[in-house]
């Protein structure tokens, strides 16, 4: 009998969540909208930019032109998938500017989309870039 009454609780609990998490749209521990003026989407962002641009085989830096999208997710830290417009700037990888605006020539700037996926664990002092994936 008891056994049958922590059953029956279980599913109703169970029914009760899954209600509860389409009522406010999202699922639980799913990917929601973030702030792109949050500090942690600006750290995540600024972090992915410089390792996009190592990892690529241009002799200039590029830079965000334009944020599309920007999600979390809280997955023992927290992971954020960032879509963005890039674009080339004048400024040299191997060179010392500190500010590098992008071309206004679109000719020159050659923007393209990127999408970024970055798992941040601040409390660990660990930031990785998962995913820096383009479209030229």
């Avoid at 521990?29 to 410089?50: C, K, S, Y």
């Avoid at 200039?60 to 032109?65: D, N, P």
């Avoid at 890039?86 to 060179?95: L, Q, W």
Wanted: proline residues 2%; positive net charge; hydrophobic residues 45%.
């Amino acid at each position: 009998m008891i056994g049958e009454r922590y059953k029956m609780w279980k599913v109703a609990l169970t029914v009760l969540a899954a209600v509860l998490a389409v009522g406010y749209g999202a699922m639980v521990g799913g990917f929601r909208d973030a702030d792109i003026n949050d500090e942690g989407v600006q750290n995540a962002l600024h972090f992915a930019v410089v390792q996009h641009n190592r990892g690529t085989n241009s002799m200039y830096l590029s830079q965000v032109a334009e944020v599309i999208k920007v999600q979390s997710q809280v997955v023992a830290g927290i992971k954020y998938v960032i879509t963005v417009k890039m674009a080339r700037t004048p400024c040299r990888k191997d060179g010392v500017e500190e500010v590098c605006k992008i071309y206004t020539d679109q000719a020159m700037a050659q923007p393209y989309q990127c999408t970024f996926e970055v798992w941040s664990r601040p409390w660990l002092n660990s930031i990785q870039l998962l995913k820096n994936e383009c479209k030229h």
